[in-house]
């Protein structure tokens, strides 16, 4: 041994370290520093890819849009023409359905956020853990069984000899058709997005600080006047998103329609479903989706032009 | 708020105030402070006693009915409409006259010296002009009672004491009744008339800034406000005994010879001199060393080791400027003090004086 | 039986040609019998079916006596019928081998696919021979489907509810107190042909004029009636939630043999008859094709029948089969030539030309 102080010893790095630098070098050499003002593209290409691809299926769809279905080979006919599209603006029943659909998301949009609203309040204000977990549990439960088997549940629950006519029947009141309607089936589409808009809004009404709530108290405001002038206006981003998600959700929405609607109360999907799979009119289906896809996109538009982008927190300022 | 059961955050915190006072709280985290202030506001119900604002019990009143303006920790702003809105909003919940609204919004922004700023949002204002905005809002509907729970904590040193002024200015053009809410002291001896001391959820001390300072009623408070030297040993006819050192020194009341006390020395009552000196007019006297010193700006910090106290770290401050470079660390010197500036207090158990003003 | 496509011609006989193959004895051979000149054995045939029952019945006919006959495993995939139709034809269109060896499937959705030219022609099958006239899609040529039994769209009641006896006519569903209690296909399928009678026009102006069909629907709608699928009438009837339906005859036989007090007529005006069959994609491998339709002709043969279609209750495209259990008789099971007087069969050509249409009325009538 000796107190020298030489070269031999050089710092020892773990292993770990080692590797890291290599696979930095391997990196260096596949991804040249130059092209780091690229990597956030690189890493969204994926994403960018798939995009393409959903807007190539778009595209095919709206080729298929223009052509009108030959009954004699039950193949597309070659010309292209507007046909589809007249077919369904003609049509009292495509006009009937997209009112329908169109009508179901806003109220479906309004009960929700009627309901969404105090629960995701309690949520995130309750000072008890054990409420919020237990909030949460029940909130996020319906989320595993899926939808067509809640709706199911409601076929079993509301039915003529369910258990909701059977309580009736236990105060005298005969048994009533409570399935089947346009009503059923807007119930069961809130109950189906509830937590969606519990869980869009949680965090708007968390980014408001509970002070400010007891500030407005204390300035004079009872709890309705709290809620109106502050909570609410303050919860506006949240409330428009979810409001946003759901309007979208339901407008699209085929399992609820066909489960609850006891078959007279379709909504868009339903009927593209049927020129698809039940017609094989594919023309017929592809017009009728896009006709889908440019009132989801106007709703959104309008939703947008507004309340501003910065509405789902996206670059705008609060 | 969150209490563990059976801990009381504010235990027998009773106190009066008089009308057009500006009380402070003072009190580290934790000391209940801010408690006191939920329930004078009405956000939270006391387990037990009273809270009466000029005469009036308003214990069974809601916050919004109860008449206390409240500037909030984080001030609690609303952030979707602009500084006028926010000060006319406690007047639209009042149902004041409409008419009569803009005004009044127009005057306490003067009064806050925000009168340009009127249609700024709150994400448009400083952190000071937002401060002066929580104020105007808090009194412009004329509160009996004007709750700070905290309002500067956030501020860099310079807006805070700015902003302190500008609270005692306020006040005292309104004359509202204050209670102010803080664990800086200087902001307490800055702003206030009085001042409460409250530790553990009890007020340790109730008195103007002046005898918070000079007369501490106990240790606590000696600590909390100021720099004190704190010297442990046993009561004497002269004071104190520090092992086998007399110490002239004051007992706050009087004691029996042998009793465990804890003596607090004022930082700047404590003289310093070369060795050799003899300090005229020192009851005690003691050799030390210089073992640290520390510069201040305004003034110098010297940490003294003395074999005559042994284990007390004696801190001095020195506020001469020409004198800054007299000692190097190490150096042999001399220090003392008057008997009247050793406040001597009974070790173990706080000797609150409760919530009468003294 | 009430044919009214008149234009087509219905050429009994084209078969026994190619079935001198050496195969034609397939669906009654022995195990042990082999050829030499069989084309190479799959490991697995795919076949298309309905779950539940149908595939049960269909794997006690068909299938199991087929595997033990030849050795070819045989995988039934339940994907639903209008499902596999897109599949199929994109498969078709793009010159890949299709997802599937036979599809089971409706002889309407079975003749769009043929008209599109995806079916294999199947006129060779030996056993063809042996079978009845219902086994030859009408208004095709030759057999790009073979129909393997028919199937009847009853009216289907519960007796309870008609304590005077079973419905007369079509019309009785009229009555008020069965508003909200009656149920059809949702695309009203089975019932446009009745309702054309008893709405007062004739089956021959099918489909020029269909409007008595349509002011029929309509009387039907101001009853509010259920819109549903096969499952759904038989959930509907356990459930209590209908009295009356126009679904076919399996679904209520069903329902019954499930202990829910049911039973079905043929009203006046009669009843939509139609039939099921089974097809082989084109694009398949020479072998492969073979083997399937060695499938279809034995599925074809009165053994395989006599199994299959107990199951279903439903009469066979063989002479001779001995009807399930209390079957025999029944208006759901016609056999006899008086047993299709009230039944009411319209070519699959013209269905499948109008059925979009028709449908699409319907629901405009149905969604208003």
Redesign the interface.
């Given at each position: 041994m000796t107190d020298m102080p030489g070269p031999v010893s050089r710092l020892r790095y773990p292993l770990g370290w080692r590797v890291m630098d290599a696979l930095e070098r391997g990196a260096g050499i596949l991804w040249p520093r130059a092209l780091h003002r690229l990597t956030g593209w690189l890493l969204i290409a994926p994403a960018l890819l798939l995009v393409a691809v959903l807007c190539l299926g778009l595209w095919r769809i709206a080729q298929g849009s223009l052509h009108v279905l030959d009954r004699a080979t039950f193949l597309p006919a070659e010309a292209y023409t507007l046909e589809n599209y007249r077919t369904v603006l003609d049509s009292a029943t495509y006009l009937k359905i997209v009112w329908r659909s169109l009508s179901g998301a806003f109220l479906t949009v309004v009960f929700t956020l009627l309901l969404a609203f105090p629960y995701a309040y309690m949520l995130v204000r309750t000072p008890s853990p054990f409420v919020r977990k237990a909030l949460l549990a029940v909130l996020f439960l319906p989320f595993f069984i899926g939808q067509v088997v809640r709706a199911y549940g409601w076929l079993i629950i509301l039915g003529n000899s369910g258990v909701v006519n059977d309580a009736l029947g236990l105060v005298g009141v005969t048994p009533m058709r409570l399935l089947f309607s346009f009503p059923t089936v807007v119930f069961g589409l809130v109950q189906y997005m509830l937590p969606f808009a519990v869980l869009l809004l949680a965090p708007a009404l968390t980014a408001i600080p509970r002070e400010t709530e007891i500030a407005a108290g204390s300035l004079g405001a009872n709890w309705l006047q709290v809620l109106w002038h502050v909570t609410l206006p303050m919860a506006r981003p949240g409330l428009v998103g979810a409001g946003l998600v759901v309007a979208t959700l339901a407008l699209t929405d085929f399992a609820m329609p066909a489960m609850l609607g006891g078959g007279s109360q379709d909504f868009i999907a339903n009927a593209v479903y049927d020129q698809f799979f039940r017609t094989a009119d594919q023309g017929l289906g592809s017009a009728l989706a896009l006709v889908l896809v440019a009132l989801g996109s106007v709703l959104v538009g309008a939703v947008f032009a507004a309340f501003g982008a910065g509405t789902l927190a996206m670059g705008g300022k609060r | 708020m969150e209490f563990s059961p059976g801990v009381r955050a504010v235990d027998n915190a009773s106190f009066d105030l008089q009308a057009g006072r500006f009380l402070t709280v003072l009190g580290p985290s934790g000391s209940g402070k801010t408690t006191l202030l939920h329930m004078i506001a009405g956000f939270l119900k006391p387990s037990g006693g009273e809270i009466a604002i000029n005469g009036r019990p308003v214990d069974a009143v809601a916050p919004h009915r109860r008449s206390v303006g409240m500037v909030f920790q984080k001030l609690a702003l609303f952030p979707h409409m602009t500084a006028a809105e926010n000060v006319a909003f406690p007047l639209k919940m009042r149902r004041w006259d409409p008419r009569g609204i803009p005004a009044r919004v127009a005057e306490f922004l003067d009064l806050v010296r925000l009168g340009g700023y009127r249609d700024r949002r709150i994400h448009e204002l400083s952190g000071g002009q937002q401060q002066r905005v929580a104020i105007a809002r808090a009194l412009v509907f004329e509160p009996e009672l004007l709750l700070l729970d905290e309002p500067l904590a956030a501020l860099d040193r310079k807006l805070r004491e700015e902003m302190q002024l500008e609270f005692r200015r306020i006040q005292k053009e309104l004359h509202v009744t204050t209670i102010n809410v803080t664990h800086d002291q200087r902001e307490a001896l800055v702003v206030s008339d009085e001042i409460i001391v409250m530790e553990g959820g009890v007020i340790q001390q109730y008195a103007p800034p002046l005898a918070i300072y000079r007369q501490p009623a106990n240790a606590f408070v000696a600590g909390f406000v100021g720099v004190s030297t704190f010297l442990d040993g046993v009561a004497s006819p002269a004071g104190m005994r520090v092992g086998g050192t007399d110490c002239a020194g004051r007992q706050a009341l009087p004691l029996a010879e042998g009793t465990p006390v804890r003596g607090a020395l004022r930082a700047e009552q404590i003289s310093l001199g070369p060795a050799g000196d003899m300090l005229a007019g020192c009851d005690t006297v003691l050799p030390g060393r210089i073992a640290d010193m520390i510069f201040e700006g305004e003034r110098l910090l010297y940490i003294i080791d003395s074999d005559a106290l042994p284990g007390a770290e004696i801190r001095i401050y020195h506020h001469d400027p020409t004198g800054f470079d007299l000692f190097e660390a190490g150096a042999a010197i001399r220090f003392g003090w008057q008997a009247q500036d050793l406040k001597i207090f009974k070790t173990g158990r706080k000797e609150p004086t409760g919530g009468v003003l003294q | 039986m009430k044919i009214h496509d008149t234009g087509v011609s219905r050429r009994a006989i084209l078969r026994a040609g190619a079935a001198a193959g050496g195969t034609a004895l397939l669906g009654t051979l022995p195990a042990t019998r082999l050829w030499a000149q069989e084309p190479q054995k799959p490991a697995e045939l795919i076949v298309r079916a309905w779950g539940g029952e149908w595939v049960e019945a269909l794997k006690r006919g068909v299938s199991d006596p087929f595997t033990k006959a030849t050795g070819i495993a045989i995988r039934h995939d339940l994907t639903?019928d209008?499902?596999i139709?897109?599949k199929v034809w994109a498969a078709v269109a793009q010159n890949r081998v299709p997802p599937i060896h036979i599809n089971w499937d409706t002889t309407t959705?079975a003749t769009?696919?043929a008209?599109?030219?995806v079916t294999e022609d199947l006129s060779d099958l030996s056993n063809l021979a042996g079978t009845s006239e219902l086994s030859k899609p009408v208004g095709l040529d030759g057999y790009p489907i073979v129909n393997t039994y028919g199937y009847v769209y009853v009216l289907a009641y519960r007796p309870e509810a008609f304590p005077d006896g079973p419905p007369k006519s079509w019309k009785d569903l009229l009555d008020p107190r069965f508003k909200?209690r009656i149920a059809?296909y949702?695309?009203g399928i089975g019932f446009h042909f009745p309702a054309q009678l008893a709405g007062g026009g004739t089956l021959a102006d099918i489909p020029a004029n269909m409007e008595p069909c349509w002011e029929f629907c309509r009387k039907i709608k101001e009853q509010?009636?259920?819109?549903?699928e096969d499952p759904?009438f038989t959930?509907w009837f356990q459930?209590?939630?209908i009295d009356a339906a126009c679904t076919i005859s399996t679904n209520a036989l069903a329902a019954k043999r499930n202990g829910v007090p049911i039973a079905w007529t043929v009203p006046a005006e009669g009843c939509k008859f139609d039939t099921d069959g089974l097809w082989i994609p084109k694009g398949l491998p020479e072998n492969e094709l073979y083997w399937a339709k060695q499938y279809i002709n034995f599925a074809i043969t009165p053994e395989a029948q006599q199994v299959w279609l107990d199951g279903l209750g439903l009469p066979g495209v063989v002479p001779g089969l001995t009807p399930p259990e209390g079957l025999a008789g029944d208006p759901s099971y016609p056999t006899k030539p008086e047993d299709f007087e009230h039944l009411i069969r319209v070519s699959a050509k013209v269905q499948?030309?109008n059925?979009?249409d028709w449908?699409?009325r319907f629901?405009?009538i149905?969604?208003?």
């Open positions: - | - | 639903e209008n499902e139709q897109p959705n769009k696919s008209l599109r030219g909200g059809l949702n695309d509010s009636p259920l819109l549903g759904d959930a459930n209590d939630e499948v030309e059925e979009s449908f699409a629901k405009e149905m969604q208003g």
